[in-house]
């Protein structure tokens, strides 16, 4: 059974830096595609950051710059390091997974994931 713990998430000034942890246990695809997605109350979930098990990595335009995703595959624990946050980065920032498909990149949109972590709320004032 697939598990995902989250951790990271915290109340932060304008400017400040996070960086968001993503646990995984109990998933064996040697082929997998990460990725950090985000939600703000009343809005739609949107994908932050993606990573192919082959390293192959996308971001948003609205955090390129500013936000790393990273893996540690031995520990199985993917990162997000958040930069110079602004308030539109506060939401509830979730981690998901999937196996990978033969696409060159890994899929964007929330329904293409199969796993889940519990979410971890970040907020950011101004």
């Known amino acids: 059974q697939v598990q995902i713990v989250q951790s990271g998430g915290e109340s932060v000034q304008a400017g400040g830096s996070l960086r968001l942890s993503c646990a995984v246990s109990g998933f064996s695809f040697r082929s997998y595609c990460m990725a950090w997605f985000r939600q703000s109350p009343g809005e739609e979930r949107e994908g932050v950051s993606f990573i192919r098990s082959d390293g192959r990595i996308t971001y948003a335009e609205f955090v390129k710059g500013r936000f790393t995703i990273s893996q540690d595959s031995g520990k199985n624990t993917l990162y997000l390091q958040m930069n110079n946050l602004t308030p539109e980065d506060t939401g509830m920032y979730y981690c998901?997974?999937?196996?990978?498909?033969?696409?060159?990149?890994?899929?964007?949109?929330?329904?293409?994931?199969?796993?889940w972590g519990q979410g971890t709320q970040v907020t950011v004032s101004s």
């Open positions: 998901a997974t999937r196996p990978a498909s033969l696409a060159f990149r890994c899929p964007t949109q929330p329904i293409d994931y199969d796993y």
